[in-house]
Structure formats: C-alpha cells, structure tokens
C-alpha cells in the first residue's frame, strides 16, 4: 500500500491477512449454500446485494494492494444467478427488496435499508449493463476456500490479547508496552 494513502496501515501482514480470513469465509460460506442448494435469490432475496458488496469490498481491497480472490468468483456466481434476468425480473427484485424493509422493525435500519435500495435502483438504471456483466468471467466453482490457511495466518499475524475476563481490556491499566501492540503504527500515543 502507498506509504502517502491518508488511510495506510503501517502493519500491511496484517491487512493481507483479514483480507485473506474475509475473502476465504465468504467463499467457504457460499460454498455450503451451494452445496445445499441454498444459493439462490428466491431464498435470499437480496442476493445479488449481497455479492456485490463483496465483489466491491474486494475490488476496493485491490485498489490498495492487497489481491483478494473472492471478487471475481463473486462476479461470476452473480453472473450465474442473474445473468437472464430481464427488466421484470429486475423490477421484482427491487420489489422483493422493498418488501424486505416492511419485516425490519427499526425505523432508521428500514430508512437506511430503503435508501441503499434506491441507490442500488438508480445506480443498476444509470449503468446500463450490471457489474457482473462487465469484463472477463472466471471459472465460478469454489474449489477451496483456504479457510484453514487463512485463519492461522490471521492468528500468526495478529497480536496477543488478553485472554481473561473484560476486566483485562481495561487500557488505563494496561502499560505503554502493552498498548504498543495494539496501537497504530505502533506510536506511543495516549489510548
């Protein structure tokens, strides 16, 4: 990652390494819904929002170099789930999604939830072809996930916490050698 990125963590092991944990139980948990015949847009109707955010989150995650595997494989599910969807298959999702908001009881999780809608609706209008339509199209079979390697390099990289009560997480006991490890880019700041 740049050095100059206003967002640049000085620890990238351990930005590869979650990048890696998301990437490998996202794919290990669409690996399950496959399996089970569980992946599909009629049982979870906000699907494609679903795989878009991923495909997204991992494109965004590519953009300060940290490779990521899961986006495309999320395009190309996306693209086998939707990929004959017509314009009223289309206005039925968004209706389906707007339906969806009536069953959630908070008032400003259902204003959010319509609002990203909306977004989705005008964005998916303005873009003409939809994001999983566009560029190249991997193999969408999930062969391994990676989970397991994924997970321990996680845990290899990141730091020691306190293993005991909450009582343990209580910074103003923690000395400054204590709080280094946690700290970004390891500075002495007071936390």
Same mark, same amino acid.
């Given at each position: ?21 998301? &990437? ?32 997204? $989150?991992?494109?965004?995650? %590519? ?30 999702? %968004? ?13 400003? %999780?259902?204003?959010? $939830? ?49 293993? &005991? ?11 400054? %050698? ?5 700290? $970004? ?7």
């Amino acid at each position: 990652m740049p050095s100059d990125h206003p967002l640049a963590c000085c620890d990238e092991e351990i930005t590869n390494a979650t990048n890696d944990l998301y &990437g490998a139980l996202l794919l290990e948990i669409l690996k399950s819904l496959e399996g089970s015949n569980s992946l599909s847009p009629g049982i979870f109707p906000n699907l494609e929002n679903v795989l878009h955010s991923a495909y997204t $989150f991992g494109e965004n995650m %590519e953009s300060f170099h940290h490779k990521s595997n899961h986006p495309a494989i999320c395009k190309a599910k996306a693209r086998t789930l939707f990929k004959d969807t017509t314009t009223t298959d289309q206005t039925l999702y %968004e209706a389906r999604l707007r339906g969806y908001t009536e069953s959630i009881e908070d008032a400003e %999780e259902k204003k959010e $939830f319509l609002v990203s809608v909306e977004k989705h609706v005008k964005k998916t209008k303005a873009a003409g072809d939809v994001w999983y339509m566009k560029g190249r199209i991997v193999e969408h079979e999930i062969k391994t996930s990676d989970l397991e390697k994924a997970w321990n390099r996680c845990r290899q990289d990141a730091p020691i916490v306190p293993s &005991g009560s909450w009582k343990d997480w209580d910074l103003t006991k923690w000395t400054m %050698e204590d709080k280094k490890r946690f700290s $970004f880019c390891s500075r002495d700041d007071d936390i």
